[in-house]
């Protein structure tokens, strides 16, 4: 190593670049970057290896998988031409909203310089515009004030609102605490809303499968979706199959989804993250289940996602930010738990009294 040029060690490098540490051992593990080894053993990475990194990033960002990330850096740009169209999609539907929220200033400006002052509901919804419910659902309401009911049992019936909904939008809990009621209550009360639960496994994917062929659309979106989910390193089984016809079904405005990670492994479960992650404004929002530190990866959340935590004690569900310190933290921590883990407690449930 050259003693004028700066190596950052994983922590430092993951920072700068806007990656997680995780991130930068799986391109590690897959031979797209090589970083240096101090004499001591530490990873070290220089100016090459952040160029490299950043590169991937980038690819990443235009939603390509690793495999047709490493095609790409090979010389082998045909991956490009499908993910730039889909980007530059994404684009023009900024640029829709921009001007939607543009038109909506000035005609707040003249309504003012007549007289006419704006009430504050006008104003939040300009400052808090509404979550795209994709293009294809053709719904448009405003979710600062309609998801809003009183919490069932094992609630008393306290008032939950949700005003911020986000692309992936997680809900944690320990055993017992609610979550799943919590959950189809939110299906029951967004419009357009489908539950997708834990029967969609029940006769081994003989149904998404029969779905499919009745679909020969859906079929062809779940069969790509797999080819790149699998050179990502997931495995192909019928709970992915299940889950995929679920997730690309057209028409539900959100989609809640009951243990995201029910059948599938570690790798399936950090690939289709990955992918949900690509999936752009034209999708609906997503409400899932989870109890897997694969799914919920703390240090991975980004702007568009949110934690939804029902606390242990019942009392009502409350957003919780992903930082060390934050009220619910270390609670959301605390119920997830690695696959392997997963794996060991599956089929665990908590006992309850009988309800009258």
């Not at 057209?250 to 989804?257: C, D, H, R, T």
């Amino acid at each position: 190593m050259s003693s004028s040029t700066q190596f950052l060690n994983p922590s430092e490098a993951a920072k700068r670049l806007g990656v997680s540490v995780k991130a930068l051992r799986l391109y590690e593990q897959r031979g797209l970057i090589a970083p240096l080894r101090t004499a001591a053993g530490w990873r070290a990475y220089g100016p090459d290896e952040m160029a490299r990194v950043a590169e991937i990033a980038a690819l990443r960002e235009l939603g390509l998988s690793l495999a047709q990330v490493t095609r790409v850096l090979e010389g082998d740009s045909v991956s490009l031409e499908p993910a730039l169209a889909a980007h530059q999609a994404a684009l023009e539907g900024r640029i829709h909203q921009l001007a939607g929220a543009v038109d909506k200033v000035r005609r707040l400006r003249a309504d003012l310089a007549g007289g006419r002052p704006p009430a504050p509901s006008e104003l939040t919804r300009l400052l808090r515009p509404a979550s795209s419910f994709g293009a294809a659902s053709g719904l448009a309401f405003d979710l600062a004030f309609d998801l809003a009911f009183d919490l069932p049992w094992p609630w008393g019936g306290e008032r939950f609102e949700l005003q911020d909904i986000r692309a992936l939008n997680y809900i944690i809990g320990p055993l017992g605490s609610g979550k799943t009621r919590l959950a189809r209550r939110i299906a029951e009360t967004l419009p357009g809303a489908a539950f997708l639960g834990l029967d969609r496994l029940a006769d081994g994917g003989a149904s998404a499968r029969a779905l499919m062929d009745g679909d020969p659309a859906l079929k062809s979106r779940v069969d790509r979706t797999l080819a790149w989910l699998a050179e990502d390193g997931a495995t192909v089984s019928d709970a992915l199959v299940c889950l995929l016809a679920g997730l690309e079904t057209e028409g539900p405005a959100v989609l809640v989804i009951d243990m995201l990670e029910q059948g599938l492994d570690k790798a399936t479960q950090e690939a289709l993250m990955a992918r949900l992650r690509r999936r752009g404004p034209a999708f609906p929002p997503l409400f899932f289940l989870t109890r897997s530190s694969s799914i919920l990866d703390l240090d991975a959340v980004g702007d568009d996602e949110s934690i939804i935590l029902c606390p242990a004690n019942h009392s009502p569900p409350a957003q919780v930010r992903p930082y060390p310190g934050f009220p619910g933290f270390e609670a959301v921590a605390t119920c997830l738990a690695s696959p392997e883990v997963r794996a060991r407690t599956e089929g665990v449930i908590a006992w309850r009294p009988e309800v009258a």
